[in-house]
């Protein structure tokens, strides 16, 4: 099996050693290749054309960023046959959709169970879903949540690293920021009638949506890789409501409910349109602003060795 690992050096948790490491202990079970990325966008091409070289297996070292673009690369001619097998040996600060896999969330302990994967043969195939053009593997947004993301982007850009205590303070300052008079996203779809009046419209491929700290925070606590997407929306954006709902998503035990707010369970294709841009990302990789984005699920699109 021939096999190419694309580490990002800038990863909260990539060093020289665990990439060696993972090196060699790939080397033992299969014919390996390693490649830094440079900038952004170089994962995906790296993994295009492994993709199109007809290598089997491309494992990712890094955060969620660096698995969405190598997911991107792979799936650059679409859903087919000899899409190579994906790898992950997480290395960033959150790692949701390793996690998420119940890979653990350790680059060396993660190499071993890659290792123990390969020799036995075991592989997972997960839906993903898709924004508009851009695959993502466990969550996508529209509104509030992209544009804390931005703001974390653009502070970790100038050195900062991304904690829990970062993650807060910027949510409360966008929050503090954004418009909450006029709801501006609306929820259209097949077969039913549209959502109106929509504050806020995360939506998801598995659960948790992302973690705080340890702890993981479930708005749609039925979403799998196994079915379709799922939605949690806001129609208010009071400070109790939100506390309130925030206290339910952090207790994974609980459904989130309340007049405010609705889950959409296993939805195969829908469009969210805002009144104007709003910021918008997958997999907590800001892409700009948008103010419509179609969304769909896609049932087996990739295999993962865990």
């Known amino acids: 099996m021939r096999a190419l690992v694309i580490t990002n050096p800038r990863a909260t948790a990539v060093t020289t050693r665990e990439r060696d490491v993972l090196a060699r202990a790939l080397r033992s079970a299969v014919d ?7 900038h952004r966008g170089h994962a995906a091409a790296l993994a295009c054309r492994a993709m199109r070289e007809g290598i089997e297996l491309v494992v990712a070292l890094g955060g969620d960023g ?9 799936l650059t001619d679409g859903v087919h046959s000899d899409v190579p097998l994906l790898g992950v040996v997480p290395a960033g ?6 996690r998420a896999l119940e890979i653990p969330n350790d680059a060396l302990a993660a190499t071993a169970a890659l290792l123990e994967s390969l020799e036995a043969g075991r592989q997972r195939s997960i839906g993903l879903g898709r924004a508009d053009e851009r695959w993502f593997t466990f969550a996508a947004g529209l509104g509030l949540d992209a544009a804390v993301v931005a703001a974390v982007e653009r502070r970790r850009s100038r050195g900062h690293r991304s904690t829990p205590g970062l993650y807060v303070r910027l949510a409360v300052r966008e929050f503090a920021h954004m418009p909450r008079r006029q709801p501006p996203l609306r929820l259209t ?6 959502l109106d009046g929509l504050h ?17 925070l ?10 379709g997407l799922d939605v949690y929306a806001r129609r208010s954006m009071g400070v109790v409501g939100l506390a309130r709902g925030f206290a339910q998503i952090a207790r994974s035990q609980i459904n989130p409910h309340g007049r405010s707010v609705t889950v959409l369970h296993d939805m ?3 469009t969210l349109t805002a009144d104007y841009p709003l910021p918008f990302q997958v997999d907590g990789d800001y892409l700009g602003e948008r103010s419509e984005v179609e969304f769909s699920a896609h049932p087996g699109a990739i295999r993962v060795a865990c």
């Open 200 to 216: 806020l419209a995360v939506v998801t491929n598995t659960s948790p949506w992302t973690y705080f700290g340890s702890r993981p």
């Open 189 to 194: 779809r097949e077969d039913a009638a549209p």
């Open 218 to 227: 479930t708005p749609t606590p039925n979403a799998s890789f196994d079915t």
């Open 93 to 98: 600060s959150t790692n949701v959709f390793a």
């Open 66 to 74: 660096t698995v969405n673009e190598i997911v991107q690369g792979l």
């Open 32 to 38: 390996v290749e390693i490649a830094e990325t440079s």
């Open 268 to 270: 195969t294709r829908f």
